[in-house]
């Protein structure tokens, strides 16, 4: 992996994080409305979970493999 490779991941790592926390934000603002809307909720928890996939394939991609 190249130098420029890594800071690719890096920068994508920083704005998938940023908006992991975005939409845990938007989850809890319309959880603590008078009548919540629960279908777009799941939808929001759901792109949420689907980012920390993401997430994790990319910080596994800058782990290198260690042969035991």
Known sequence: MTEADFDTIQAE???LREEHRDLDSAIRALETTAVPDTLQI?????KKLALKDRISLLEDSLTPDIIA
Do not use: D, T
């Open 13 to 15: 790592l920083a704005r």
């Open 42 to 46: 799941k939808r929001l928890k759901k």
